[in-house]
């Protein structure tokens, strides 16, 4: 791990200016992701902005009836907290499906949002990857594919996001709370936050320079069965192969969001209107235009299948 310095912020507009005033600094919370980048020396700050003092660790209610989460609320408070597991069962269900419980201990809700690629060729130095050094090439197009993206891809990257969490808030209509250096904040809908990799895959969120998440919030509670089904190589402690976020109601219309298929939390919101005709033709409208590998082909045919299930559950 290279050298850095480092200080402690005293208000969220406090550390955004800290940022963008010193040249190559990060903010830091639960550090789950960012250290082990620093120790492989994929992320490479100068300077550490520590942001665990700023009191964003609270849960609290809406006026229109929602819930408004802070940014340093950490994994397994938010996922034992009674009106997420009451209201939001989708996300208590998805926080629950990742990673183990110490690390969901230190785990906040900005940093799991801001999770980077789980993709072996980013992980590995000596390999090109256009996300670690941009124009260097991807070396996953034409290399082992199986886990990447099959939709949204690029012919810059076919990374996904990693994130349970984040799919779950996708399907919950969740807003993106911000504060800029100079002060000024500024609410993201979840559907603009991640972006695709287009020609700049190291480009992942719509953040600005310096920009600090201070909170993420839900609307009001929607009814309906909420389920979270994750699909992996194992059964515990790894990453996606591919999840569904789904909330189905009586009369079978909902919402239904994918992990593991795309570079950022996949919906179509024009797809559901096919969830009362069945999962076939949801998945059809839903991965429309997808390019799959080789390699990963089956995810296409895996979505349908793991979506079907979650419906026939969700009739009971």
Not at 77 to 97: H, M, P, T
Request: with cysteine; charged share 20%.
């Amino acid at each position: 791990m290279r050298s850095f310095t480092y200080e402690r912020a005293n208000s969220p507009a406090e550390a955004a200016a800290a940022v963008v005033r010193t040249d190559g600094a990060k903010f830091i919370a639960g550090g789950t992701n960012l250290l082990d980048l620093m120790k492989l020396e994929i992320e490479t700050p100068t300077h550490l902005i520590d942001v665990n003092g700023l009191s964003l660790d609270k849960i609290e209610a809406t006026p229109d009836g929602g819930l408004r989460i802070g940014a340093l609320v950490r994994n397994t408070d938010l996922a034992a907290d009674e009106r997420v597991r009451s209201d939001y069962g989708l996300l208590s269900r998805a926080l629950l499906a990742g990673a183990s419980g110490q690390l969901r201990n230190k785990a906040t809700t900005a940093g799991n949002l801001l999770q980077r690629t789980r993709c072996p060729y980013f992980y590995d130095t000596n390999q090109p990857c256009n996300k670690r050094q941009p124009g260097s090439g991807c070396s996953a197009i034409g290399g082992f594919s199986r886990q990447h993206a099959v939709i949204g891809v690029s012919d810059a990257c076919i990374a996904t996001h990693p994130s349970d969490m984040a799919v779950a808030m996708r399907a919950l209509d969740a807003t993106v709370e911000t504060v800029k250096p100079g002060g000024t904040t500024r609410a993201i809908p979840i559907a603009d936050f991640h972006l695709l990799p287009d020609e700049t895959p190291h480009v992942e969120t719509s953040l600005e320079a310096g920009e600090l998440i201070t909170a993420v919030t839900l609307p009001a509670p929607v009814g309906g069965r909420h389920i979270y089904r994750k699909v992996r190589d194992r059964a515990s402690y790894a990453f996606a192969l591919i999840s569904i976020a789904a909330v189905v109601q009586r009369d079978g219309n909902g919402r239904v969001a994918v992990g593991g298929v795309a570079h950022k939390p996949w919906r179509n919101e024009a797809a559901e209107s096919q969830l009362p005709t069945g999962a076939q033709a949801t998945v059809r409208q839903l991965l429309e235009g997808a390019r799959p590998t080789h390699e990963n082909a089956f995810k296409v045919k895996l979505v349908e299948r793991t979506l079907a299930a979650v419906l026939t559950e969700a009739k009971g």
